[in-house]
């Protein structure tokens, strides 16, 4: 397990889904991965099923929602792994929508603020507590997992007035952080996975998890001349 140069990978909502399959890609690919995932027991048997296929993993309990919870998850990526080269802020819900919770015209601000709570202000969480850790790092690199829906040019999917500006703010966060981090070598982006089956859509739509991933583990291992503060899917730059 793990030489010295190893590189290590945080990837939130690691336990399933897309998650699942960037964390199963980047250690196919070398990195030893730390599986963010707030529930133990789902957490733990992802762990399994990676660790049986040769991968380096190891989890870590994080629920980005709390604050507590994500500055001990850094603590123990630190103690684990000794740093941080990749973080892919992936953990992200839809909200409900039932009985038009998310039609503009009758928003449940209370879905809303659950839904930011996860998909932007938990990227923040995460980003700014491993920061210190990535900074320390060769070529880091930090992988948003956004959304087309978040596209005001695109405005793709239904209407859902809570997910998609949770979207098209965490787009707009990820160009502040690129903004803010381009004097340095830390790379900052966002991608869409396009249509994906899982939990999420009900496995009802046609790309696999891990035709999901490949944006993702991309953009998680660019080169050091690599686009910042971009949008990107599997056919290059998506519009803002
Ligand atoms: P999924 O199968 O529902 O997986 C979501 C993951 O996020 C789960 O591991 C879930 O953990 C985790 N999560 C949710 N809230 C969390 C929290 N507070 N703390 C930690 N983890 C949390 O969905 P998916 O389709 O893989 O979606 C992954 C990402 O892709 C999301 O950001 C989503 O918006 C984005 N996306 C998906 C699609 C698509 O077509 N599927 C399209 C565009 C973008 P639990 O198991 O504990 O709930």
Request: aromatic share 6%; proline share 5%.
């Amino acid at each position: 397990m793990g030489g010295v140069n190893k590189k290590t990978a945080l990837v939130t909502g690691a336990n399933k889904g897309i998650g699942f399959a960037i964390a199963r890609g980047l250690g196919t690919i070398g990195f030893r991965v730390a599986v963010g995932a707030r529930d133990s027991a789902r957490r733990e048997e992802a762990v399994a099923r990676l660790r049986d296929e040769g991968i380096d993993a190891f989890g870590v309990a994080l629920d980005v929602t709390s604050g507590e919870s994500v500055t001990v998850a850094a603590k123990t990526i630190e103690k684990t792994a000794g740093g941080l080269d990749v973080l892919v802020n992936n953990a992200g819900i839809a909200g409900r929508f039932d009985g038009g919770a998310q039609n503009p015209s009758t928003l449940d601000l209370d879905v809303m603020r659950t839904v930011l709570d996860t998909n932007v202000f938990g990227v923040v969480r995460v980003t700014n507590a491993v920061l210190p850790l990535l900074r320390r790092a060769e070529s880091p690199r930090i992988v948003n997992i956004s959304s087309t829906m978040g596209s005001l040019t695109l405005q793709t999917g239904p209407v859902l007035a809570a997910y998609a500006p949770s979207k098209s703010m965490l787009n707009s966060i990820t160009a502040q952080y690129a903004r803010e981090l381009a004097g340095t070598n830390v790379i900052v982006n966002a991608v869409c996975p396009g249509y994906v089956a899982t939990d999420f859509t009900g496995f009802n739509a046609p790309r696999t998890p891990e035709q999901g991933a490949a944006v993702a583990i991309r953009l998680a291992t660019l080169p050091d001349d690599g686009p910042r503060g971009g949008f990107f899917d599997d056919g290059g730059p998506v519009p803002w």
